[in-house]
């Protein structure tokens, strides 16, 4: 089974590549863009059987820094889906 994994900086915590790629859209003239995030996107293959409390302690100890980063999973079952 294939999973997709978006880890993002917290609410609040300072984004500077975010205010990176803002300040560069804007001065190739996208205007109103309010305010851009920047996060990593993981996929990995994982057992059918692997449980969303196993995908969660993988993200907590290992993927994400969870002092200033969140994360959300979707599992992509039966899909061929590729990004």
């Not at 300072?14 to 851009?36: K, W, Y």
């Not at 994982?46 to 993200?59: E, F, G, H, I, P």
């Amino acid at each position: 089974m294939k999973v997709r994994i978006l880890v993002r900086l917290k609410p609040g915590v300072l984004d500077p590549q975010g205010r990176a790629v803002h300040h560069a859209l804007d001065s190739l003239g996208f205007d109103g863009v309010e305010d851009v995030r920047i996060g990593r996107l993981i996929e990995m293959d994982v057992a059918d059987d692997t449980s969303d409390a196993a995908l969660t302690r993988m993200c907590e100890q290992l993927l994400a820094n969870m002092v200033i980063e969140d994360f959300a999973f979707e599992k992509l079952e039966n899909s061929k889906e590729t990004a």
